[in-house]
């Protein structure tokens, strides 16, 4: 299967090394060089411009938002020279409101549109271990099937309108965020009580809250590890902004999304916009002057 | 091991009857009658005071609230009762405050005192499954751990001072509490781009979600089901506020908490008393407008 | 002074009516005929198209939104038709990157831009007691400022860059549905022990609160009078976000603006999209249980 | 008219100073000697206990908080020794379940029990100027009338139940609250897009928001000037919880006085227990990076 692959930053890497891996023949671009030539010498053909893959069975984007897709997409003209036929599969979250005009660009130039986002950080794309949410028109999916099971472990179909991709897609990364804060605020108040962090975390992870989320999230809590940023805060704030947004369309209220918007907005405001987005639990923490001021 | 058990609402019932089955000699009290003639039909011997368990190796209790410790333990005689070197394990989440104080009074009479609040429902705890925080001074603790054993499937040592399990337990019902408001809001917003709750929370407990709390309230959520209440909405508006005040004494702010506190009374103040808690998800729902209004 | 007015909502039409009683030549243009006949009955020129009013000494506007602002400037040709020299005066609230954007595009052609959003309502326009914030590079400000004080009592400068008088403009609207919301709070506390609103608003706004945002909006909640809607929710909600947005744009958290949002979102998706935004107070008591439910 | 005053704080000290030049016959007690002294200087009778005081007409106190208030009537015996027939003002702001409690104990003794807290700060207070909020049952009030008076410049009635009163001042005290956090977001605002706090505050507080609240407060932001604290933090983290209280026991949700709670725990859990309440500007500031970090 030839797959054109756009968008080499830590996600889209590890995702196109396992499907070199898995014997695809690759297709790669990306905005900086190196990312490329690191996966030409693994076997990848390195294009010099986006429009170069337009003649791929599959083009795949993992691009960092809104923004980037449109530059590639539609102002270097990537769907234009896209032939007719082809399926553009979208790995990266972007708003509700771009997936929408997408799919709508795509079906009037007959190019098959799949909004599937994934679940997962770059050593899990990796390793083939991602969980991909994909929502397209019924004969899009199935043509693209093959393709998006070789992205990842598992493929959850929500529907045929791909927006409801990127909904479940903003939707869960709102609730890690708030699993994030929610484990801020109880440490902080157990802290303050004199019972650290890790003992803490230790029972509720274990027990009730036995989950991958609170798991990961929990030990970086306990260690206070919050750089090198596997998730920024900046692109955190990006994801709760999709979620202000795609729920204000439709006169949604969130209140502990505008709490999470309030706290990653303090921690980017205050020099922290290195930080990973578990960093709202130093912020809990600050807040209640348990680490210093 | 002879025991006193006081206290047989369903969580106090569901104790009573595993320790029961295990062969152990109980004692039992209870504000009202059938609960206890109950336990009296399957072997328990049924005292007509509290006071009558004072000579009791072990006096376990599972009141609802501050008030209902009070009540048992100092208005009727209880702690006055007991014979020093009997050991009072308190298995009900009760405030910070009352742990202190209680610390204390135990002390001053040599009747060791332990907090073990635990983590489950009735059906858990009748199952003998439930997980026991429990902090006491090291002595006490080492003589009741056999006690503590015979209650739960695992038991989590927190510490020497009774206040750190309150504060864990405290803070772990928070999480409970924030868990299911993070799932009502996700919810409602995938809904609002025409994802059903079920379709949505599928993707997200089998992944990166896959633990009890979320399974568990998940499937109620799914289902709209939030009667009969496992836990209604006031005894969890209680437990909120003992988080609130836990934190307020050491100055430490619990945004997410403060959300649910307002919802919460929000559940009670428009007729949802007798609505569990998890019954903030249709509160989400409904300030979305997606259910009627 | 020949002044061109677009925009004739019941703002636009009490500020136009304003200038034709003080002897002013106004051409005016509004998308819908029926309010531009009105003014012509009373010695306005009616243009059919705006880029009639292109060789205006000053044009003014006071459109809806954004887009209203882009579809005449700059789809309608507008901006482009202006002769160099002229002064555009923008009335409206807009949002700060619109207004950076405009000031651009408009010294790019030589035309004066003047951000200058007004405080008041239509009756307080109508009789020539607005308040006018405004900003502009110096020179064009003294050359407008004839036409500024035309309409209103007070002009109010705060700067050379325009977008300062809109942030103003937003921050100032921020405030007031601030005050609603928290008399709305504290009307539902006090009514909740028995103490009517008037009674309790009475003490507060001949007291700490003697200002006009207080008295006005005060009345209406007393009254419990949300419609007919002196200021749509739906408007109101348009401010709030660009208030969010300006301090987004900064890394700045607005935690009460968050809480106005939500409640306002609320008020529309629960049918009350054609309230005053003083419905805020309603909504308060709602959540309280004071109005039935 | 023979008045005994207890609680020489510096808002008793104003009030008691107001009426000693009222020609009022004054006895005083306080806690701590000096200030009572002060006043036996200027012609004050000073009383060595609480209790001496309880042969007058109208027994004043003026004490910090719910405590305070125990310890002096019931602890030190005031209420027990005071003659019948004679009736206690309350001035101060304390809880609405104190002023149940006290207006019941009051009548078992038919003692007259006056709740009526006052609006204004100490200069307001020694200039007569302070506003009452007084009630109590109505041949009670009858008599107190020309006491109240004595107080301040104007009485405001607002029922026969006590707790009416201390609902409508601790709703004041949210208020202002509100109003504080409301410029600092406001401000914070409009500075981050270059306008100064000053400039902005000139604009609100000359138009719309021209109230004495707006004034004194906007004038302690714009100047950052938190110190020395007319009103510190504890002090209106205290009034926070009173209004929270008050509202909980109703069920009625008060999203602003959750986050103002939130606010006054950071300042004072990070170093600020000693600065004026309108420092909520300066955390608003802080949070978005505006004074450094």
């Not at 990127?166 to 109880?186: C, D, P, Q, R």
């Amino acid at each position: 299967m030839k797959i054109g692959f756009i968008g080499l930053g830590k996600m889209g890497l590890g995702i196109a090394g396992h499907l070199l891996a898995g014997g695809h023949e690759l297709h790669v671009w990306n905005r900086s060089a190196p990312p490329a030539r690191e996966l030409g010498e693994r076997g990848a053909r390195v294009a010099r411009t986006p429009v170069e893959l337009a003649d791929a069975e599959f083009i795949m984007t993992m691009l960092a938002n809104d923004e980037a897709v449109r530059a590639v997409l539609l102002d270097q003209g990537l769907l234009e020279a896209a032939r007719p036929g082809c399926i553009h599969i979208n790995l990266a979250t972007v708003s509700i409101a771009l997936t929408r005009e997408l799919a709508q660009l795509h079906a009037q130039r007959r190019i098959g549109y799949v909004a599937a986002p994934v679940f997962g950080r770059p050593d899990v794309a990796a390793a083939g271990k991602l969980n991909v949410v994909a929502a397209a028109e019924r004969q899009t999916l199935e043509r693209a099937r093959a393709a998006l099971e070789a992205v990842g472990q598992k493929v959850w179909l929500v529907g045929e309108q791909p927006e409801k991709a990127s909904a479940v897609k903003i939707a869960g990364n709102f609730m890690i965020a708030a699993a994030i804060e929610t484990m801020g605020e109880a440490v902080a108040l157990t802290r303050s009580h004199g019972v650290g962090a890790d003992e803490f975390l230790q029972v509720m992870t274990n027990t009730l809250f036995a989950a991958p989320v609170y798991k990961g999230y929990g030990s970086m809590i306990s260690e206070q590890r919050y750089e090198p940023a596997g998730f920024p805060a900046p692109l955190a704030l990006k994801d709760i902004r999709l979620a202000l947004a795609a729920a204000d369309e439709r006169n949604v209220p969130l209140p502990f999304a505008s709490v999470l918007r309030d706290g990653l907005l303090e921690i980017i405001a205050t020099g922290g916009a290195h930080k990973d987005w578990s960093a709202l639990a130093a912020l809990a923490a600050r807040r209640g002057g348990l680490d210093g001021h």
